[in-house]
Structures are given as structure tokens and as C-alpha cells.
């Protein structure tokens, strides 16, 4: 039986073991976790997931250009 609370726990800790992982790292790391016979039904998790994980991406993207304006201005 597909767990997705082990789903959630594995995804979490897999972005925690790849920062610079991609978007489709991800995706194919999310459909290994979900049994064949339950895809269907629990493929939504991994759209929703994707969608999560490109948040994360933004906002690590948003901080990382912060930190330069900060250095900059620093250094100026």
C-alpha cells in the first residue's frame, strides 16, 4: 500500500540531499516512490510536488540575488 506520508517524508529529504537538483530529477525520483498499480490515482502528488519544489526554487533564487544586492552594496 502507497504510504503518502512516507511519499512527502522521502520527497523532503531527497531536496535535502540534492540542492541542485532539477526539476526532472525530481519528478523521476517521485514516480520511483509511487507503486505502478497506484500511479493513476496518486499522480496528482507528483504534479503537486513539481509545483512545490518550483516555489522552493524561487524563493532560494530570490535569496541568493539578496545576498549580492547586500554584498554589493557592501563592497561599494
Known amino acids: 500500500m502507497f504510504d503518502a506520508n512516507q511519499f512527502k517524508r522521502s520527497v523532503k529529504e531527497w531536496i535535502k540531499m540534492h540542492p541542485e537538483g532539477t526539476e526532472a530529477d525530481l519528478v523521476d525520483f517521485c ?12 499522480e496528482w502528488l507528483v504534479e503537486h510536488t513539481l509545483s512545490w519544489y518550483r516555489h522552493i526554487l524561487t524563493q532560494r533564487r530570490h535569496a541568493t540575488e539578496l545576498m549580492e544586492d547586500e554584498e554589493a552594496t557592501m563592497v561599494n
Open 31 to 42: 514516480e520511483e516512490q509511487i507503486p505502478p498499480a497506484q500511479f493513476s490515482a496518486n
